[in-house]
């Protein structure tokens, strides 16, 4: 059972913007608010022109998805438009759920092209992966679909949760599933991408030609 909230905490209402404007204040933060996403696009996109190995080109695109879910999640969010969510378990054992929006003067601090960017990459990257999702279906590389489905989830969940952020809503159950499926195999396939970073390689095993 989860439980859910909509909180404005007076803590989160200064980052150290600067007056309200058009230019870009935090270009490190769009960079990367932009990049993963456009990384795992293009190397799902040409990964099987260069390299065909189909589990370490799954790995790498999973790798990009998992680090631009973290980061839109916890950093860009937060800087670009002044929302957050985010999940934790309470001393009961439930899933608690929490959503905060800067609001008032602190608001009107923010980039109108920041916030622009932020909403443009949060809503192109799913239709993007839908998209990819058709193509894989419709083409039978099933294979493919699986991680054309990890990538749609990642960013959807991303997708949801700030929308509700935005428009305050406190509950919405299809956001609760895939929020929580997006935490919890990002956090599975991180942990799996480092240890197999660090696995060794077993040498190739020697044929030996036996005559009788």
Not at 137 to 147: A, C, G, P, Q, V
Request: hydrophobic letters at 45%; glycine letters at 6%.
């Amino acid at each position: 059972m989860a439980q859910q909230g909509y909180v404005d905490n007076s803590s989160f209402q200064d980052f150290g913007f600067d007056e309200n404007s058009s230019r870009i204040k935090h270009p490190v933060v769009t960079f990367f608010h932009l990049i993963f996403k456009s990384l795992a696009l293009i190397v799902y996109l040409l990964c099987s022109l260069f390299n065909d190995s189909f589990i370490g080109n799954f790995v790498f695109v999973t790798l990009l998805l998992s680090l631009d879910f973290w980061t839109t999640k916890n950093i860009t969010g937060r800087i670009m438009v002044g929302l957050r969510w985010w999940n934790y378990i309470n001393d009961d054992g439930v899933s608690v759920w929490k959503f905060e929006a800067r609001n008032g003067e602190s608001a009107k601090n923010l980039s109108t092209t920041e916030i622009r960017i932020f909403w443009t990459g949060l809503i192109v990257a799913p239709g993007l992966w839908v998209l990819f999702f058709l193509t894989a279906l419709f083409s039978f590389k099933f294979s493919w679909l699986i991680l054309v489905v990890i990538g749609l989830t990642l960013s959807t969940s991303n997708l949801l949760g700030y929308l509700r952020c935005k428009m305050g809503k406190s509950d919405d159950s299809v956001t609760n599933v895939m929020s929580g499926m997006a935490n919890q195999y990002m956090q599975k396939r991180m942990m799996q991408n480092l240890m197999g970073v660090f696995k060794p390689t077993p040498p190739p095993t020697a044929q030996t030609n036996l005559t009788v």
